[in-house]
C-alpha cells in the first residue's frame, strides 16, 4: 500500500471518527472532507504535470493566501517568520518607514496616515496616498501583507515607495531609510521651554488640547498623566484630537472611553460564532471632574479611534466635529495553527456603538463610521499642511501662538486648522452662554452645521 493511499485511509477513519459523536455536524465534515479531497486532487495533478519543479513550501503559501484572499483585506495568514513583527506592532515599537495601511475594494494599498515624525512623513507620504510601487517593483494585484513585507527591512537601508497623491492624481517617488519606529501616542499644542508638551490652546477660557496618534500599550496611561496635569491648572475644555489616528489597541480605547463617562455602555462586539459581548463604563474609573469636551475627527481617523469618537457621542459627553470617519471597526483575532504553522489574523466579530450603529464599512455601504455633530470639511491640501505643521513642531519645537482673549481671536497650530478653530470657538460660546464648566458641550450640537472646506 503506498503512502498516499495509506494516508487517504487513515484521514478517512479520523473523519469518520470525529463525526459519529456529533451527528449534527455530519454534513459539515462531508464538506470539510470535500473540500481537502479537491485541494489534494490539484496537488496531485500540479505535482505529476506541471511542466517546471514546484516550490513546495510555495505552493503551500500561496494555497492559504488564495483562500484569505476571498475574506476582508484584514484577514490574512501569518507564516512563523512574520510573527514577531506583529508582536512589535501590537506593543509599539517596530522597524520600517512608519505608515499604516489599508487595501480598498480595488485592491488599491493607501495609506491610511504616516505615523508622526516618521521617515515616510518627511520623505512627502500623505494620507490617501495611493502606493504604486515599491523599490520599482509594481504591486498591483498584491495582498496588503505582502507590500508591508516589501516595506520593510533592515535597519539603515533605504526603501523607495511610488505612491499616487489623492489631489491631483500625482505619482511621485519618495526615499525614506528604515528606522526603529517608536509610536509617539500623547502629544500636546506646542513645546515649552524646557521641550515639554503645552497643553493650552487658550488660558481665557482654560482650554486644552491634547491628540492621540496611535493607541498602544502606554495610550491610556499617558492621557491619564496629562489630563491629570491640565485638570490641576484648572482646564474647563477639552479639544481631543483623533484626526489621523489609524486605530489600535481596543482595550486602550475602552480605558480612555471610561475616563469621561462614568456609566453606560461603551462598545458592543457581535460575530456570527462569538457570543455578544458588553463593554460598560465603571464609574471608579471615570475623572471626577467635569468640563466641556470636544473630538476632532477625520475621514483618516480608523479602528479604536472609532470607538472612542462613537462612544463618546452617543453616551452625549463629547461633540464631534469634523468629517466621517474613515469605517474599520472589525475584530480581528490570532488564531495559531497546529505544528507551529503559522498564525491566522482572521476577522471574527464587528464593533456596534451604544446607538447600534455599525462603525464598519462593508461592500457597497453608503453609511458607516461616526459621523460629526459639527460637520467641517478641509481640503487635502490643508490637511497635508496640518500634519506638516505638527510634525514641524514635533522636530523643531518652534513656538505657536497662544490665545488669551476669550471668543473672538482663538489661536491655533496653524491658521489652515480650521476645525480645531471651531472647536475652540465652540467651547468658548459655550462656556460664555451658559456661565459654567459642568456638563460636555452639548450646547454646539443641538443642530448639525457645516462649515465650508479651507482653502
Known sequence: MNREKFAWIVSLILIAMMAFPMSG?????????????????????????????????????????????????????????????????????????????????????????????????????????????????????????????????????????????????????????????????????????????????????????????????????????????????????????????????????????NLFISDGVIVVTKGLHRSEEIARASPDKALPQKFKMIVLVNEHSASAAEIVAGSLKDNHRAVILGTRTYGKGSVQEIIPLEQDEGELKLTVAYYYLPSGRLVHRKKGATDWGVEPQINVPMSERDEQRVLQQQGEEELFHKPLPLATRPASHPATQATVDVQLQEAVSAIVASSLLDGGTEGPATQTARAPSTRPAGQ
Open 25 to 257: 455536524s455530519i454534513a459539515h465534515r462531508d464538506d470539510d472532507y470535500a473540500f481537502v479531497k479537491t485541494l489534494i486532487d490539484i496537488h496531485r495533478q500540479v505535482d505529476n504535470n506541471y511542466v517546471d519543479p514546484v516550490d513546495e513550501d510555495k505552493l503551500k503559501v500561496g494555497s492559504v493566501n488564495g483562500m484569505m484572499g476571498e475574506l476582508d483585506p484584514y484577514s490574512i495568514f501569518i507564516p512563523p517568520a512574520r510573527k514577531e513583527e506583529f508582536d512589535n506592532i501590537l506593543e509599539g515599537s517596530f522597524k520600517g518607514v512608519g505608515i499604516e495601511l489599508s487595501q480598498l475594494e480595488n485592491g488599491d494599498i493607501q495609506v491610511v496616515s504616516p505615523i508622526p515624525n516618521s521617515p515616510a512623513l518627511k520623505a512627502g507620504v500623505m494620507a490617501g496616498d495611493i502606493i504604486v510601487k515599491v523599490n520599482g517593483n509594481e504591486i498591483k494585484g498584491k495582498k496588503i501583507a505582502d507590500v508591508q513585507t516589501m516595506i520593510k527591512g533592515p535597519l539603515g537601508s533605504e526603501v523607495r515607495l511610488t505612491v499616487k497623491h489623492l489631489e491631483g492624481g500625482q505619482e511621485v517617488e519618495l526615499k525614506m531609510t528604515r528606522q526603529e519606529i517608536v509610536l509617539p501616542t500623547v502629544m500636546g499644542y506646542r513645546r515649552d521651554a524646557k521641550n515639554n508638551w503645552d497643553y493650552w490652546v487658550s488660558q481665557n477660557p482654560k482650554i486644552a488640547y491634547v491628540r492621540i496618534t496611535q493607541f498602544t500599550n502606554d495610550t491610556f496611561t499617558e492621557l491619564k498623566e496629562s489630563l491629570d496635569q491640565v485638570l490641576g491648572q484648572g482646564m474647563q475644555g477639552l479639544v481631543l484630537d483623533l484626526r489621523f489616528n489609524p486605530g489600535g489597541r481596543l482595550d486602550q480605547a475602552r480605558e480612555i472611553v
